[in-house]
Each structure stands twice: as structure tokens, then as C-alpha cells.
């Protein structure tokens, strides 16, 4: 076995500024991915039969078809569709915000059905309208049931944000890739790699049991 | 005032309600009884259509609420609601629950929608609650919150659906005094209960359901003393 970190080292800081363009990548999908998966949960359950189609038509194709082949796709068929080039970072961004959106979506219905019924009754029979219904009395309560299933979502999301590699965001997994060719030592950046993503997501998971806790100051 | 006229109600195939006719004065407080599964809950759901009439028409007030052109959140806003497991909202402060609909729905001021709102918290025994989560009250505690909720609206009929039968026995009185109370300010109430002595005592008559059907609609000591049909009899042999 021979690990030998020296000749990384100076590659490190290079290979630290990935989290910046992964992190960017991250949170804008999550955001979309998370306002489009509320919409597509609507649809689902708002009894409005094209909507309901639509969004189950959605989710059975962003779940049944590779993440790495939506991104591609979207990368390589923008241009060709439209005859604009589309850079890696919005086509990163589009492609994982709809394909979280999927999941997402699944989630939040989920989260939605599980509100006691009696809760919508309640709302309904104060006269409140259906927009502010779901917004201040059954989002707010789906969304802390689920808040678990979404920060795994959301961790997923980080992880495998590291495919953005095939359309050459320069994010840490590239990076690391890049430092390895140049020395011809692969193992020791993508360790580092490796650790980036570890830590990047444990951090995540602390943010997400303080969000917890805070939700839980109502029981 | 609350006028039903031939008010039909089924699920799928099953008729709940068969042709329900009567009238609900201002500010007369009805106690609807029956069997379980008679349509009790049908019958008051309809009357905040919560559940939609298949046949029939009803009036709250001088307005046909069974109009195709009525707003239904319109109407919904002057018939408060109780039910039998609160339903109350489990995110927000017990003020919060209170003032929710007042501000969102009716556009009341923040101020005015709190000072209305504590003023009916004391009135239910419960002003040093407001800033509790439900979570930490007993369950007549979210009863009486619950009421206050509705009435925070300022209705002009309430329905309550078996509010104390999910309460343990202790905590039933402190909510029968909350509504007792309730109907000496001349509210039009129609509650549907399985406290015999409560609607014996408080209710101005008594509605009968049995199989969908008003069998009975009589004052209560003559329902008590002497009920006609003998479905009315059978039932309360059983109950009392
Ligand atoms: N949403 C619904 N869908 C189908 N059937 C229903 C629905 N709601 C009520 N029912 C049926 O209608 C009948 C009357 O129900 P309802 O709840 O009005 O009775 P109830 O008199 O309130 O009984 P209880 O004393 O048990 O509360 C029952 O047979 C019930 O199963
Ligand atoms: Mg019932």
C-alpha cells in the first residue's frame, strides 16, 4: 500500500473551491425541486383529472429514467432543440431540481394525506379558502412529518449532484479527478473528495435535526 | 333561523338522510338525538355543507344556502362548528387558534382580532392558556378552545357534534357549562349529544333521528316524559 498525500497537498485549496459551484448546484435544485414538487403534489391530490395525470405521468418518468441521462439531455438537447447553448451550471440546476421535484412531490403528497382529516374540516367550517388552508394549516403540519424524508432528499441531491462531472462542472468530484490525471495519482484526491462529500452531508443531517427541533416546540 | 326542507343525503348508494323537514327559531337551542348511524352528524354537516345536500333545501337566516350561486365560505363564516375530537390546530398557540380565521378570513385587525379573542378565552375559562400549544392541554380544555374558536367568528348559529363524547367523564361538565352559558346568550344552537340531562335541561326541543328520518320533534319534557313513536321509546330505555 502506498497513500502518499504530499503531492496533493498543494491541489487541495483547487480542489476546496468545487464545494462553492457543488453547493450553488444543491441549493438552487433543492429549491426548485422543492417549489415544483409542491405544485406537482397539488396536482395530485386536487382531484382536477388532467393535473393528476400530468403530475403522475411526471413522476413515473423522473423515477423510471437514469439522473446522469435527464442531465445529459437536458445539456446536449437544449442547444440542439433550441439553438441555444445552455452552460453546465443552469443545465445542472433544471436537471436536478425536475427530477428531485419527482421525489419531492411523492413526499409531500404523502405528508399531505397523512393530516388528519379533521383538519381540513376544521378550516373548512371557520370559511377559510382552500389557498390559505394549504398554506397555514396543512402544509405547515405535512411539511414536519416529512422534514426527515426531505433532508434525505436533500442529501441524495448533494451526493449525486457529483454526475455534473459528465457535462464538466468544474464541482469537487471534477476537480478531484483533474488533480489525480495531472499527478497520476487518482486514489488520494478522490479520498479527499470523498471526505468533502462526508462531511458536507453530515452537516446537513446536524442542520436537519435542529430544524426538527424546532418544528417540535408545538408537541 | 335555520329552515330545512326535505332534506335528502346519500353516500353512493346508501341513503343517509331520507326527507328531513323543520325549523330552527332564533335563538332556540336544539338537542338532536338518535341511534348511532341515524344521520345525526349528516343532518348537521349539511346545514355548513360540509356535506353536500342530494335533494332539498335549507336557509340559514334569509339565505338559501342550498342556492347553487350562494358562497359556500361566505355562509361557513356565520355557522361555527364544534366537533367531537376538536380538531384544533396543533401549530399554533391556543390564541393563534383563535384569531386565525378572524384575521385571515374576516381581515380583522391583529389588535382587535387578540382583544376579541382573549376576551372569549375568558369567557371559556382559559385566558392564561392563550399562549399554550394544544399539545399541552386537557382534552375539555380543547373543547372549550375549540368553541371559542368558532365563536371568535361571531356566528349566528353554532352546531356542535357530540362535543363531549371523546372527554373523560370529569372534564364533560366544564364544557356542558361553556355551552349552557352559551344558550342563555341567545344563540341559536343545534347539538347533537348523547347527554340525555344536558338536552333535557338546556335544549327548547328535541329532534328524533332515526334511519335517516325526523321521527321526533318535540320539547323535552314532553319527549322525556312521553315519547310517541316507539323507536323513541326503545332508544331511551336503552340510554337512560
Ligand atoms: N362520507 C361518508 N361516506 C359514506 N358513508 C357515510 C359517510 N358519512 C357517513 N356515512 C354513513 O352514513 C350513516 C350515518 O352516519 P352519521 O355519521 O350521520 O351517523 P350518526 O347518527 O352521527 O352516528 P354516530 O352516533 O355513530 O355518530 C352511517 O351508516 C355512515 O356509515
Ligand atoms: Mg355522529
Redesign the pocket.
Same mark, same amino acid.
Do not use: I
Given at each position: 500500500m502506498n497513500l502518499d498525500f504530499s503531492q496533493i497537498v498543494p491541489s487541495i485549496p483547487y480542489i476546496l473551491q468545487g464545494i462553492a459551484v457543488t453547493l450553488k448546484i444543491v441549493v438552487f435544485a433543492a429549491l426548485l425541486g422543492f417549489v415544483f414538487g409542491v405544485i406537482l403534489a397539488l396536482m395530485k391530490i386536487g382531484g382536477m383529472k388532467v393535473l393528476t395525470w400530468f403530475a403522475d405521468a411526471y413522476t413515473s418518468v423522473f423515477r423510471g429514467t437514469p439522473l446522469v441521462l435527464q442531465l445529459v439531455l437536458i445539456y446536449f438537447g437544449i442547444p440542439q432543440l433550441t439553438g441555444f447553448e445552455i452552460d453546465a451550471f443552469p443545465a445542472a440546476v433544471i436537471a436536478f431540481g425536475l427530477n428531485s421535484a419527482a421525489y419531492v412531490s411523492e413526499i409531500i403528497r404523502a405528508g399531505i394525506l397523512a393530516v388528519d382529516k379533521g383538519q381540513r374540516e376544521a378550516a373548512l367550517a371557520l370559511g377559510v379558502p382552500y389557498k390559505l388552508m394549504m398554506r397555514d394549516i396543512i402544509l405547515p403540519q405535512a411539511l414536519k412529518n416529512i422534514l426527515p424524508a426531505l433532508m434525505n432528499e436533500l442529501i441524495t441531491l448533494t451526493k449525486e449532484s457529483a454526475v455534473v462531472t459528465v457535462i464538466g462542472a468544474m464541482d469537487v468530484m471534477r476537480r478531484a479527478y483533474i488533480v489525480g490525471g495531472q499527478v497520476y495519482r487518482y486514489i488520494e484526491p478522490l479520498l479527499i473528495a470523498g471526505c468533502i462529500y462526508y462531511v458536507l452531508v453530515m452537516l446537513l443531517t446536524l442542520l436537519g435535526k435542529a430544524l426538527e427541533g424546532r418544528l417540535r416546540k408545538s408537541d | 333561523m335555520i329552515k330545512v326542507e326535505d332534506l335528502h343525503k346519500s353516500?353512493?348508494k346508501?341513503e343517509?338522510l331520507k326527507g328531513i323537514t323543520t325549523t330552527i327559531k332564533q335563538g332556540e337551542v336544539v338537542a338532536v338525538i338518535?341511534?348511532? /348511524?341515524?344521520?345525526?352528524?349528516?343532518?348537521l354537516?349539511c346545514l355548513n355543507l360540509l =356535506?353536500e345536500p342530494t335533494r332539498g333545501r335549507i336557509w340559514i337566516g334569509d339565505q338559501e344556502i342550498t342556492d347553487k350561486k350562494t358562497n359556500i365560505m361566505k355562509v361557513r363564516q356565520h355557522v361555527g362548528m364544534v366537533f367531537q375530537h376538536f380538531h384544533l390546530f396543533p401549530h399554533m398557540t391556543v390564541l393563534e387558534n383563535v384569531t386565525y380565521a378572524p384575521i385571515k378570513v374576516k381581515g380583522m385587525t391583529k389588535a382587535e382580532a387578540e382583544a376579541k379573542g382573549i376576551e372569549l378565552l375568558k369567557k371559556v375559562g382559559l385566558e392564561q392558556k392563550a399562549n399554550e400549544y394544544p399539545s399541552r392541554l386537557s382534552g375539555g380544555q380543547k373543547q372549550r378552545v375549540a368553541i371559542a374558536r368558532a365563536l371568535a367568528m361571531s356566528p349566528d348559529v353554532m352546531l356542535f357534534? =357530540?362535543p363531549t363524547s371523546a372527554l373523560d367523564p370529569e372534564m364533560v361538565k366544564e364544557v356542558l357549562e361553556v355551552m349552557k352559558s352559551l344558550a342563555h346568550t341567545g344563540m341559536t344552537m343545534a347539538i347533537?349529544t348523547h347527554e340525555m340531562g344536558f338536552a333535557r335541561e338546556v335544549a327548547d326541543r328535541v329532534l328524533f333521528?332515526d334511519g /335517516?328520518q325526523l321521527v321526533e320533534d318535540a320539547p323535552p319534557h314532553e319527549f322525556f316524559a312521553s315519547p310517541k313513536s316507539k323507536r323513541a321509546q326503545e332508544f331511551l330505555e336503552k340510554m337512560l
Open positions: - | 353516500f353512493g346508501l343517509v338518535g341511534p348511532s /348511524g341515524s344521520g345525526k352528524s349528516t343532518f354537516r =356535506e357534534d =357530540e347533537v333521528l /335517516g
